[in-house]
């Protein structure tokens, strides 16, 4: 059972293009959270989806990211238009129920986008 | 708002025992993790602990939780090189367990 991959694991982008970024979660798993993670400091929640619905988006920047878990496929964290401020470490994980104490997420290796 | 905090760095020898702190401000919090990061590499969980809990042992891992002043230990005994890594201390949040904060983590060095 491989664990959670997401791709690609380094990413560069100019200034104003589109950034994509894909994480598969582990088999059996319907629930996936995106974390992104600044340059020294900590994850910070971005938003929790299951399959084909956004449950909470409460982190995400009003403008220019998005998020979607289709029915069939990875889910894709998007930011067009991308800034150097949205340089960073973006982490997926993914549970098979909504995670907690007795649900482990586990998380896979990240995306590192570095806009120039 | 909810806020985790940790020291950023922490050097030992090989063979010594590291202690990695943490604050937390969510009162609430049932439940509390450490993660470790190794280079490049995404977190791996290690261990947590429940607020009802002080102490938590796990091999070389001991967690200590002292709840009155919302202080959290991660102990980790005979210090191995393997060791080195970023370690984050997580709170889920109170009315939304799986939305973690995590601190800014404590990079440990481990010297031969």
């Known amino acids: 059972n491989a664990g959670v991959m997401q791709n690609p694991r380094h990413l560069v982008r100019r200034r104003g293009q589109e950034a994509r970024l894909r994480c598969s979660p582990m088999?059996?798993?319907?629930?996936v959270y995106w974390y992104r993670q600044l340059p020294e400091e900590g994850l910070k929640f971005m938003v929790y989806l299951q399959k084909e619905n956004i449950i909470d988006e409460s982190g995400m920047p009003k403008e220019r990211f998005s998020a979607e878990f289709p029915k069939e496929g990875p889910s894709i964290l998007r930011i067009q238009q991308v800034v150097r401020g949205d340089s960073a470490a973006y982490f997926c994980a993914s549970s098979p129920r909504g995670q907690g104490f007795d649900t482990e997420a586990f998380f896979g290796q990240g995306t590192r986008l570095t806009v120039v | 708002g909810e806020d985790v905090e940790q020291s950023l760095f922490l050097s030992v020898r090989e063979g010594d025992s590291s202690v990695i702190n943490c604050t937390y401000t969510?009162?609430?919090?049932?439940?509390l993790y450490w993660y470790k990061q190794e280079p490049g590499a995404g977190l791996q969980l290690l261990t947590y602990i429940f607020s009802n809990m002080d102490m938590k042992q796990d091999q070389r891992l001991t967690v200590l939780l002292n709840k009155k002043d919302k202080h959290l230990s991660l102990r980790i005994a005979d210090t191995q090189t393997g060791d080195s890594a970023i370690y984050f201390c997580a709170s889920p949040r109170g009315d939304s367990s799986y939305k973690l904060i995590f601190g800014s983590g404590t990079r440990l060095l481990v010297r031969p």
């Open positions: 969510d009162s609430s919090s049932t439940y």
């Open positions: 088999k059996g798993h319907s629930h």
